[in-house]
């Protein structure tokens, strides 16, 4: 009998936010007609912008004339839209990145479990927790920990707590890690990382010969001209980092898929022989084997993100987002409930009030509010007691919810 990838049987119940719909399939099915309200997986609710669905539409024309058709794109990405993503979002902020250091893909999320790909398994691995779940599952799969306890914790991961006790910042680790995580603007939590703090991690990466795997998702929502946009800003970071970036949350694009990595060619990583390798040549290698590129329609809309009405409609959309994320945080706080993040993120992080765990007010939100959020423990051991509240709904939905839970909670 053929054998299984045994690391898959470490991994706990379901993947977080497929397990968070059961529960609330489960309960609307028992509940028929309860007005629920999802604030829980941070999707996207408002349409796609204008300028890019008619670079889509007229890309679909261009497939349908022999003359402009489009068969196999390039596994990196189509030229045009890495020299607009390149200039715009890089050295128009005076970072050194090139345009064939910018590898396009259908998503962060898949690019950040994918990169593993490339790396060695004698790693170690350090991920913050609170954390993206999909960085923990990925390293259980490729099985490069050993299994979890009680906590939920991988054996053999480095855990880096970020909590309100230490202004949810990622600390330096005590210990040499190989591969760090950090994902800034953060999800969950919404925190932010000054320039400092970021170069303090590159100065650490450089001194262990460590990579920084850098997901900045949500580098759109930042509104403090002081905080970096990317890791590419700060000094020494060409050597020691690679950025996950996505059209996902700015744009709208979570179910057109389309991203974009940035592997730098100054980064080198060691061989088992000791060599010393670019990351950027395996990267590649990885690519163009297993990947086929994202469709040109896509592309061409993804590069309308860039044009000047294009920029203008996703700085609406975060601009509404963010003010979901305003009044989720006025409202939670005037419930009585400590609230952080949600300045420069879509993501609210509360403190779970009177104890309860993450899955009891999870329980008590829904049955008693119809509000779906996502309970902090999910996204690891040191969420226990918070709670996280997406601001990705309509306007409408995210007044509704709030005015149900201030009805359910009053200040203590
Ligand atoms: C989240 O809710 O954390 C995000 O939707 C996850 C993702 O983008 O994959």
């Not at 889509?56 to 402009?68: K, L, P, T």
């Not at 939100?365 to 779906?372: E, K, P, Y």
């Amino acid at each position: 009998m053929a054998t299984l990838n045994s690391h898959y049987l470490k991994l706990k119940a379901g993947y977080l936010f497929p397990e968070i719909a059961r529960r609330v399939n489960a309960y609307a099915e028992a509940n028929p007609g309860a007005p629920i309200i999802r604030l829980g997986i941070g999707d996207v609710t408002e349409p796609l912008p204008a300028a890019c669905r008619q670079a889509m539409i007229q890309a679909v024309n261009d497939m349908g004339e022999r003359a402009s058709f489009k068969g196999y794109g390039p596994e990196q990405g189509y030229t045009w839209l890495r020299e607009v993503i390149a200039h715009q979002d890089f050295q128009s902020r005076g970072c050194e990145v090139n345009a064939d250091e910018i590898f396009v893909s259908d998503g962060s999320k898949c690019d950040t479990g994918n990169i593993l790909d490339i790396f060695g398994d004698d790693n170690t691995i350090a991920v913050t927790d609170p954390v993206y779940p999909v960085y923990v599952d990925t390293n259980v799969m490729a099985g490069h920990t050993g299994p979890a306890n009680e906590r939920g914790e991988y054996e053999g991961l480095v855990y880096l707590p970020i909590t309100a006790e230490n202004g949810f910042t990622a600390e330096l680790p005590s210990q040499k890690v190989d591969l760090i995580y950090l994902c800034f603007p953060n999800n969950p939590t919404g925190a932010t990382a000054t320039r400092e703090h970021l170069q303090a991690w590159v100065d650490y990466a450089r001194t262990h010969g460590s990579v920084i795997f850098f997901d900045a998702a949500y580098e759109a929502f930042i509104t403090d001209p002081s905080l970096p946009h990317s890791i590419f800003e700060i000094p020494g970071s060409r050597e020691c980092a690679i950025e996950f970036r996505s059209f996902s949350k700015n744009a709208g694009f979570t179910g057109t898929r389309c991203a974009f990595t940035v592997v730098p060619k100054s980064l080198i990583a060691k061989a088992a022989d000791g060599s010393q390798v670019p990351v950027w040549s395996l990267w590649n290698r990885r690519q163009s084997t297993k990947f086929n590129g994202v469709s040109y329609i896509i592309q061409r809309g993804a590069e309308a993100v860039y044009s000047p009405a294009g920029r203008a409609e996703v700085q609406a959309l975060v601009a509404f987002y963010l003010e979901n994320a305003r009044l989720i945080r006025e409202e939670l706080t005037a419930a009585g409930l400590a609230v952080y993040g949600g300045v420069n993120a879509p993501y609210v992080w509360v403190k779970t009030p009177h104890g309860l765990s993450s899955w009891d007010f999870f329980d008590k939100l829904l049955h008693t509010c119809h509000v779906v959020g996502t309970p902090g423990s999910g996204f690891g051991a040191a969420g226990e007691g918070y709670f996280r509240v997406s601001a990705f709904n309509s306007r409408e939905n995210v007044i509704e919810a709030m005015a149900r839970i201030r009805s359910q909670f009053s200040p203590v």
